[in-house]
């Protein structure tokens, strides 16, 4: 049995805490998961719909790599939870982390029609295990389809390594890595990359900066 005892439970639910504190689950956005088999997929996911800002021993459900629910329960899994599954089925990590942020949803429309973005010069692209110095990290950006199952299909084409990270159009982004620290670093990792790109764009647009170079 998978319950609030389990050690994956734990896990999840102390990542769902630190991603809450950072302002990470506005309007009850955001799905978590950890996976608990490998053969057959079996991995708990957040419940739909609630406020992740609260710990609840209802917060999440295991289910099966279709993303049925694998024990009896009234809750309901992640609408999102087929991109869990995706990952999941197709991989062997461990956690799959999705959060909307208002930076992953800026970055995701300035480079949408571009269908990426990359990072390079940038030492925090070593967390994603880029570690040259004239590494590029590359985050493909996918159109955010209001079916989950096609949205899941264009999301499924990104997904090929045991970790890693894609962003969806004007919604969030989804990181997964071979265990949860993983994901999480990673997840950390880009939200800075994409506040500091953003950062600097404005300012480098600002007419008061603009002014100050020319002296
Ligand atoms: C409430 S808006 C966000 C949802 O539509 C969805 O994108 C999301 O991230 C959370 O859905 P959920 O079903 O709670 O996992
Ligand atoms: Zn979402």
Redesign the pocket.
Known sequence: MTNIESPQWKELADIKDELAVRDWFM?????LSIRITEQPVAFLV?A???DKRKRTSEDFLLVNGQGEKAEATHLKP???TLLHCEIYNRTSAGCSL?V?TVANNVISELYGDQGSITFQGQELIKAFDYWEEDAALTIPIIKNDADIPTLAESFSRFVNEDSGAVLIRN??ITVWGKNALEAKKRLEAAEFLFQYHLTLQSLRTSPSVIQRTTY
Not at 27 to 31: A, E, H, Q, V, Y
């Open positions: 309007g009850t956005s955001g799905n957040t739909s719909g609630k992640s609408a999102e999705h909307h919604h969030g």
